[in-house]
């Protein structure tokens, strides 16, 4: 179990594999803002300028993204299997988590955005700097 400390708060994993974590050798201090859990245990950490990175090997590293990722990570939430959507100053995009790679499937919306939840019946609730808004 251990604490991550973001500018949204405190997350708590409890029970994870994950263990004593390091920065890896290629990332500078991360300004973090926000942490995830994936249902298959992974662990996604958003950034502030390094974009999304991963816990591996007992490391925290920069993910394997494709070259339109969004250098800017407020907030994760998963979507679905292997899907997570991500937001920050580009806007929210789908993105795929298969085979290992973060790719961008498709933008959903373009104004900054601070704070997304998905709910159980898959509506996604998106907060940008001015606006409240719920997506189906």
Do not use: C
């Not at 949204?8 to 409890?14: A, D, I, N």
């Not at 290992?100 to 919306?109: A, D, E, H, L």
């Not at 709910?119 to 940008?128: D, K, Y």
């Amino acid at each position: 179990d251990f604490w991550i400390g973001t500018y949204s708060g405190v997350s708590f994993l409890h029970q994870s594999a994950v263990g004593f974590m390091e920065y890896g050798q290629d990332i500078n201090v991360a300004n973090t803002r926000s942490v995830l859990e994936d249902y298959k245990g992974n662990i996604w950490v958003g950034t502030q300028k390094h974009g999304l990175l991963k816990v591996q090997s007992h490391k925290l590293e920069a993910a394997k993204t494709s070259a339109d990722f969004p250098k800017s990570v407020y907030t994760i939430d998963e979507m679905g299997p292997d899907e997570l959507l991500v937001g920050g100053d580009d806007g929210l995009f789908l993105a795929s988590t298969k085979n290992n790679q973060v790719r961008i499937i498709r933008k959903i919306f373009s104004e900054a955005v601070r704070s997304v939840k998905v709910r159980a019946n898959q509506e996604i609730l998106v907060n940008s700097l001015f606006l409240l808004q719920e997506n189906q």
